[in-house]
């Protein structure tokens, strides 16, 4: 197994988007290894669903078959092929397929927020701006990497330990990054301007 797969082909980046497939990436890598079926009880999505996201993730060279510990020829058993799955920034169609579905969940997680019955103790919505030099920026991303990895790794211990607790997927969405950074292709934005000239 991969220690960490990069991210890179289209297909690979539209396969890792979907929320129900990195679902079954984490359940995965709680679980060492599964079939449909057992995915399908830890996610609580049909079992035919989840043959599908899984066939998806094989072609995108994600998961494969552990036939070591399948009960005959016919029981498909899967693992992961890498215990983490990055996305670098700059990979094409990154943007579109893992960027744009994230910020509409973000979006959605805030129009949420005030709605009577929503949990408000297991999340929060933050946006901060700091004065930082460039190395102070590096260090801060480095540290936020680093308690997204401590807490990664948290987790997979917990549900390993207690497989038949109850969970939900959690997502992070954190950005790190210059604030005044110019529109793509160079050209100025419109409201930016307006706003500084008074417009």
């Known amino acids: 197994m991969l220690d960490t797969l990069r991210v890179q082909d289209p297909a690979a980046l539209r396969a890792i988007a979907h929320p129900l497939r990195q679902r079954i990436l984490m359940e995965l890598a709680a679980l060492g290894h599964a079939r449909a079926a057992d995915l399908a009880r830890a996610t609580g999505e049909p079992a035919n669903a989840v043959s599908f996201h899984l066939r998806v993730l ?45 910020l509409a969940w973000a979006e959605e997680s805030f129009r949420r927020a005030n709605q009577p019955g929503v949990e408000r103790e297991d999340r929060i919505l933050a946006l901060t701006a700091l004065a930082l030099t460039p190395e102070q920026a590096r260090e801060m991303a480095r540290e936020v ?40 292709g160079g050209a100025p934005d419109a409201e930016a301007t307006a706003a500084s000239t008074g417009d």
């Open 145 to 184: 990497e680093a308690l997204l990895d401590r807490w990664g790794q948290a987790s997979l211990d917990a549900a390993r330990a207690t497989p038949d607790a109850q969970r939900a997927t959690y997502q992070v969405l954190a950005v790190v990054a210059p604030r005044d950074l110019p529109p793509a």
């Open 58 to 102: 094989a072609k995108a060279g994600m998961v494969v078959e552990a036939p070591e510990h399948a009960r005959d020829r016919r029981d498909r058993v899967w693992t992961n092929v890498a215990a983490s799955y990055t996305v670098d920034p700059g990979t094409p169609t990154a943007v579109r397929d893992v960027v744009r579905p994230a």
